[in-house]
């Protein structure tokens, strides 16, 4: 679904990210671990559109997004983005933030499905009610659905636990698993909690000052090694 050939990113006069190259494939968890400031979040930044590359290729799904590709232009082509911090509307009710995911796909298709609340069946009651009056754990419930509307053929998760509760953390790994169940979604998943992403992937990419350390499946990483390297 996902090939990345060699992508190097800068901010200003700084690179962060050296030459990366990962693949992510439809119904399989690739985690993307290390530390504070490795270049996760600036790697799914390039991923999205939301940060220029500076350099390497990327295909999605067969198709090249490398060059000059814009974020709304991914998202339409099935690039789905849960941010780190959420970056819902809190203003918007929360029918209204899932609506904004309408913008990436055919108006024909324009409806919040009923598999959006089978997961998330606190979204449905509280559908009226504004997104900054909603629970840590309820707004990330509620991004992850919002990334859902627009039906993606890859899904970006940053952070997905950071700061919420462990019931909603049970919850959202069993919404992983349910969307990694279904085979047509690629997921790449940038995680601090070891335990949580060691149990949902499938594929490890490990990165130590914007370079792969460690790429190979879940058969080919120990536990205990995988830990030393994403560990300070």
């Given at each position: 679904?996902?090939?990345?050939?060699?992508?190097?990113?800068?901010?200003?006069?700084?690179?962060?990210?050296?030459?990366?190259?990962?693949?992510?494939?439809?119904?399989?968890?690739?985690?993307?671990?290390?530390?504070?400031?490795?270049?996760?979040?600036?790697?799914?930044?390039?991923?999205?559109?939301?940060?220029?590359?500076?350099?390497?290729?990327?295909?999605?799904?067969?198709?090249?997004?490398?060059?000059?590709?814009?974020?709304?232009?991914?998202?339409?082509a099935?690039?789905?983005?849960?941010?780190?911090?959420?970056?819902?509307?809190?203003?918007?009710?929360?029918?209204?933030?899932?609506?904004?995911?309408?913008?990436?796909?055919?108006?024909?298709?324009?409806?919040?499905?009923?598999?959006?609340?089978?997961?998330?069946?606190?979204?449905?009651?509280?559908?009226?009610?504004?997104?900054?009056?909603?629970?840590?754990?309820?707004?990330?419930?509620?991004?992850?659905?919002?990334?859902?509307?627009?039906?993606?053929?890859?899904?970006?998760?940053?952070?997905p636990?950071?700061?919420?509760?462990?019931?909603?953390?049970?919850?959202?790994?069993?919404?992983?698993?349910?969307?990694?169940?279904?085979?047509d979604?690629?997921?790449?998943?940038?995680?601090?909690?070891?335990?949580?992403?060691?149990?949902?992937?499938?594929?490890?990419?490990?990165?130590?000052?914007?370079r792969?350390?460690?790429?190979?499946?879940?058969?080919?990483?120990?536990?205990?090694?995988?830990?030393?390297?994403?560990?300070?």
């Amino acid at each position: 679904m996902l090939a990345i050939q060699n992508l190097t990113l800068h901010y200003g006069h700084s690179q962060i990210l050296h030459d990366i190259s990962l693949t992510a494939k439809p119904g399989a968890v690739t985690c993307l671990m290390g530390t504070n400031g490795v270049g996760k979040t600036s790697l799914l930044k390039a991923i999205s559109g939301t940060h220029p590359r500076s350099g390497g290729t990327m295909q999605l799904d067969g198709a090249d997004v490398s060059a000059n590709t814009p974020a709304h232009a991914r998202a339409r082509a099935g690039v789905g983005y849960v941010p780190q911090g959420r970056d819902i509307f809190p203003l918007m009710t929360v029918r209204e933030n899932l609506q904004t995911g309408y913008a990436c796909i055919p108006k024909a298709d324009w409806t919040i499905p009923d598999e959006v609340f089978d997961l998330f069946p606190i979204l449905k009651d509280f559908l009226n009610r504004r997104g900054g009056d909603l629970s840590g754990g309820q707004q990330q419930q509620l991004a992850i659905a919002r990334a859902m509307i627009a039906q993606p053929k890859l899904l970006l998760l940053d952070e997905p636990t950071e700061g919420i509760q462990p019931n909603i953390i049970k919850q959202i790994g069993e919404v992983i698993r349910y969307l990694r169940s279904k085979g047509d979604m690629a997921i790449i998943l940038v995680e601090q909690f070891f335990d949580f992403a060691y149990e949902l992937g499938d594929h490890f990419v490990a990165l130590e000052r914007g370079r792969v350390i460690h790429d190979a499946p879940k058969a080919r990483t120990a536990r205990e090694d995988l830990l030393a390297k994403v560990s300070v």
